[in-house]
């Protein structure tokens, strides 16, 4: 097994967009996987769980013999034939485990037998995701602009229409405010940091990002990049009440019915959709008080009624004190207790897209 080839753990393999066989057991390809994987296991989690057994109890060897006996027969020629399978659909797919070691050994031997060779990645999964969280320490310390403003100023749509945007929010799989969960589940912690690696891979000068709180829903931006952040230059977008509550309306209640309906379809999307706005609000409970949480539930609960009968404008009714009463004061509130905040640009959506790739530019100059 030592002659079969290695691949350093280079990051142009994701720049590239290599399809990754990830031979971990699902349960650590759930904790976090390689950009562009796939989970072809050698061992399911069963499996797994009886070997690390073995080898705690009685060392390495016998958890080898262990595994041979538990991966034989029809189970060891299934998962070849996955292999063997996701090869020929991406001849170029390189294999890794957690450090590159015996797992994805095993899984080069046993391919090569069944007549393809194919490289495995020194280090594996643990080499690869180093160098991923080295290029996201390496962005900090190149220059880095945050675009803040009320929420409704389309900040995100903003960060995606320039080159060198990092969507931070996109990454997370979350809009970053209590109504920003998404329909479909969040990354882990480790695959959020993967995403902003990968995503950086692009991007080898100044970065421009949204203003964010450390947490975006369940994930967490690297504190060397938070910090980074709250040093940054800011730009400020200010769009009147009518355009913000166009935007809000568009984010929160078609985007979000669009992809509840493709998931799930008609009905059910429909139910999930309600359950989830109306879970947001409740759970602003503290912060609106019990008052105008209920009014502001009376009214969504209208235009849950009105939306099914095709007027989706009705949500305006809830969705314009929510903003005015909840949104607006919160930040106003964080601009007065962070006076030091250095705004190179405060003006309408399109300025602030200019000012930023002004800024870009300038940065970049030589």
Known sequence: MSELPLV??????????????????????????????????LMDDEERRLVGIEYKQRGQQAAIELGQRLVSGGIKAARVR???QALEAHPDAIVYCFRGGLRSQIAQQW?????????????GW????????ARIDAAAERPLLVVGGLTGCAKTALIQALD???????????????????????????????????RLLALPGPVVVEDESRHIGTANLPLTFWRAMEQAPRLRVEMPLDWRLAQIHKDYIDDLWEVYRQQCGEWLGW????????????????????????RLQRLQQLAF??????????????????????????????????????????????????????????????
């Open 8 to 41: 350093e753990p280079d990051l142009a393999l994701l720049s590239e967009g290599r399809v990754l066989i990830d031979v971990r057991a699902p349960v650590e390809f759930a904790q976090g996987a390689l950009p562009g994987a796939i989970n072809l296991p």
């Open 82 to 84: 996955a292999w063997i």
């Open 111 to 123: 391919i090569s037998e069944a007549g393809i060779t194919r490289p495995r990645i020194r280090g």
């Open 126 to 133: 643990k080499a690869m995701r180093q160098a991923l969280c």
């Open 164 to 198: 060198n945007g990092l969507d931070l929010e996109g990454c997370a799989r979350h809009k970053g405010s209590a109504f920003g969960r998404h329909p479909l589940p969040a990354p882990s912690q480790i695959d959020f940091e993967h995403a902003m690696g990968r």
């Open 271 to 294: 139910a999930l959709m309600r359950k989830q706005l109306s879970g947001s609000l409740a759970r602003l409970r503290k912060r609106l008080g019990r008052a105008r949480l209920d």
């Open 305 to 366: 009624r009105e939306h099914a009968r095709g007027n989706r404008q009705a949500h305006e009714a809830w969705l314009a004190p929510l903003l005015t009463e909840y949104y607006d004061p919160m930040y106003r509130y964080q601009l007065e207790k962070h006076p030091e905040q250095r705004f190179l640009h405060v003006g309408d959506w399109e300025s602030c897209l200019a000012a930023a790739r002004e800024w870009s530019a300038a940065q970049a100059a030589p």
